[in-house]
């Protein structure tokens, strides 16, 4: 069974609907089980033990939130070593482009040294079922891939 951790944070509802529908992706694949969290109720434990990460966060200022940046600082002495190539994905709400708050992301991943396996979905402005149906199919292949050992 694949363990998929979803860490995010939300200001406006957008980045939470569209951590609900990467948990919907999830839950879609056989034998897939999801742990859906805000940013400042995960934790190391919940790290460790996930397959594969999904990560949301609003834009702010051209960044990732400070709420998601504080669970990386929490988690990362403890997890230095322990998560190697462990797979992750990224979703942003922008109200800008996007781009700032995955630069940020996709640097402290490598830090991490956890391994990207899906471009990040990036909703610009109001959530579409277009970036919903992304955010669907971005939990349903981290959730599969893991499942099979692709990952």
């Known amino acids: 069974m694949a363990k998929i951790l979803i860490v995010y944070t939300s200001q406006t509802g957008h980045t939470g609907r569209m951590a609900a529908a990467v948990a919907d992706g999830v839950r879609a694949v056989e ?34 939130a400070g709420l998601l940046k504080d669970f990386f600082d929490r988690t990362y002495a403890g997890a230095e070593g322990k998560v190697f190539r462990k797979p ?10 996007g781009t700032g708050a995955v630069r940020a992301v996709e640097r402290i991943a490598l830090g991490f040294k956890l391994r990207k396996v899906y471009e990040a979905v990036i909703c610009r ?16 292949v981290l959730a599969a891939g893991c499942g099979m050992g692709i990952y």
């Open 31 to 64: 034998d897939a089980e999801v742990v859906l969290k805000r940013a400042p109720e995960a934790d190391l434990s919940d790290l460790l033990a996930a397959d594969g990460i999904a990560f949301g966060t609003p834009e702010n200022f051209g960044t990732m």
């Open 88 to 97: 992750y994905a990224l979703f942003v709400s922008a109200g800008n482009d």
């Open 125 to 140: 402005g109001e959530v579409t079922e277009e970036v919903l149906e992304k955010c669907h199919e971005l939990g349903g």
